[in-house]
């Protein structure tokens, strides 16, 4: 309810309701924040899970867009992920055998140098298990190299996994807060955009009463203090509230220096946030509040 429509309902209320010289009785109306629940990635909604008037909690699952692409493509991954433990078990099963064949031509050279000293084989030997030696550590340098490449390709699946888990989250919208769904603007099936509006949540923790305070009464009221709230139909039961702000400015100020006779009709904004009892309260009911001078 707009705060220049209900104006007019209460202000005539300021002058019927009886007054106390120990208290402040004025009307309010209850309000709250609401939490617009938009879509974050284009898509087809495939399940909406909530209804108008359904009491939700913080991180309840409230709509699915569909997921399939995602999916797929989290799928596809998996896939590449197998290729690449394979490729490695292969790959460590064969540098296993080229390491113990590097080290087998590494005793041959030291040996063969040993018996060329002696004279016993002719440097031809020599030289040709030296080149034995080099392919041995040549194979086993690009073998080395090949399971690098493999590591950056897992590091490359797991940042596209990342996203694609990231961008799935999009696809899953959740309450940002526990409170009752007001409305729902799509349906099953619809197409969805970025920025497209859901639904509405009211945040039930967040629920206060505005009331408009007289100039002359302002004065007596201070931030944190306590207030009585009556509610038509449950007057046998009290409920309370404390003074969370005072408006910035006053309401029906006609320009900035006004008269000390219409300083009377000036109102200040209260806020009242309540202490308990949230489920009583429904946005845009009429109470009355009370508060001690």
Same mark, same amino acid.
């Given at each position: 309810m707009k705060k220049a429509a209900w104006l007019l309902f209460l202000l005539p209320l300021f002058f019927s309701c009886g007054k106390n010289a120990r208290e402040i009785r004025a009307p309010g109306v209850v309000d709250g924040e609401i939490?617009?629940? %938009? $879509?974050? *990635?284009a898509g087809t909604l495939e399940r909406l899970l909530v209804e108008e008037g359904q009491v939700v909690k913080r991180g309840e699952l409230i709509a699915e867009i569909n997921r399939d692409k995602v999916r797929n493509g989290l799928e596809e991954l998996s896939l590449g992920e197998r290729e690449i433990a394979n490729s490695e078990e292969r790959s460590r099963q064969k540098r296993q055998?080229? *390491?113990a064949n590097l080290d087998y031509w590494r005793k041959q050279v030291l040996r063969f140098e040993r018996l060329k000293q002696s004279q016993s084989i002719s440097g031809d030997q020599l030289e040709k298990s030296r080149l034995q030696l080099k392919d041995a550590q040549t194979s086993l340098f690009e073998l080395d190299r090949s399971l690098e490449a493999l590591q950056i390709q897992k590091e490359r699946? *797991?940042?596209k996994r990342q996203a694609l888990e990231? *961008?799935?989250g999009d696809l899953l919208l959740k309450a940002p807060a526990s409170g009752v769904v007001l409305e729902t603007f799509i349906s099953r099936g619809e197409a969805v955009f970025p920025?497209?509006?859901l639904a509405d949540i009211l945040d039930l923790s967040s629920l206060f009463?505005? $009331?408009f305070i007289e100039e002359k009464e302002i004065s007596a009221l201070k931030l944190g203090q306590r207030a009585v709230v009556i509610v038509d139909g449950l007057e046998d039961r009290t409920f309370y509230g404390r003074?969370?702000?005072f408006g910035r400015k006053a309401e029906f100020s006609p320009k900035y220096i006004v008269s000390e006779k219409e300083r009377q009709a000036l109102l200040y904004q209260v806020k009242v946030r309540l202490d308990r009892d949230l489920d009583v309260f %429904?946005?845009?009911m009429p109470v009355t509040v009370v508060f001690s001078k």
């Open positions: 939490a617009s629940i %938009k $879509v974050l *990635a055998l080229l *390491a699946i *797991a940042n990231l *961008a799935e920025g497209t509006a009463i505005d $009331v003074i969370s702000a %429904k946005i845009g």
